[in-house]
C-alpha cells in the first residue's frame, strides 16, 4: 500500500480532488470531515469547551464561534491543536491500517506540512490554483468563510511553499483528470 497525502490551501480545492479520485474507486479520508465527526461527538464537545473560557460559547458548544477564536488568537489556535492533532492522527492511522491490502489510499490532510504529518506517508500532493480562484471559491462559500479566507491564509504556509514541499502538485484551474492520470501512473512505477 502507498498512502499520499492530499493538501493545500484554503479554498485550493483539496475536497474536489479527493472526490474525484474516491468516484474512481480509490479509498479517501479527510481530516476535514474526521473532525466534524469529532465535534459531534458529545464528549470531545465538552473537551473543548473545557480548554476554553465556557464564557466564549453562550450557548454550548458551537463550531463557527470556536472557528473565530482560534482564527483571532494563535494561543487559542495552538490550544485546540494540542488537544484534536492526536486524535485526527490515530484517525489517519486507523484509516490506513484498515486498507493495507489497497494498492493506493489518499487522504486529505490541510496543514499537512505545518503538522509535521508529511512524515507519515510515502507521498504527497499539493493542490493549488490561483489567487482569484481561491477568494471565489470563499466567497462561494458564504460570507463566514469570507470573513476567515484571510485569517486561515495567515495561519497556513504559503500555496508556493506547499508546492515545493510536495512531491507532485494539481492546479485545479486547469483539467484534473489528466494531472491526477500522471501522477498514480508515476506514483505505480515507484
Partial sequence: MKSIAIT???????????K?????????FSCDDYVRELYSEPNIRKDILCLFD????????????????????????RKLEQYIHPKVRKGINDFQN??????????????????????YFDYSICVYCSEESRKDRATERGDFYLKIYSKIKNIQLPQEKKKNLANFQINTDLDIEIQIKEIIAKVQLV
Fill in 98 to 119: 484498515k486498507h493495507l491490502n489497497e494498492p493506493l489510499i489518499f487522504v486529505e490532510v490541510p496543514l499537512l506540512f505545518e503538522t509535521g504529518f508529511n512524515s
Fill in 20 to 28: 474525484y479520485l474516491e468516484k474512481a474507486g480509490y479509498k479517501t
Fill in 54 to 77: 465556557e464564557k466564549l460559547f453562550e450557548k454550548g458548544f458551537d463550531k463557527k464561534k470556536l472557528s473565530q477564536i482560534i482564527y483571532s488568537d494563535d494561543n487559542q489556535r
Fill in 8 to 18: 493545500g490551501s484554503f479554498a485550493s480545492g483539496k475536497t474536489f480532488v479527493l
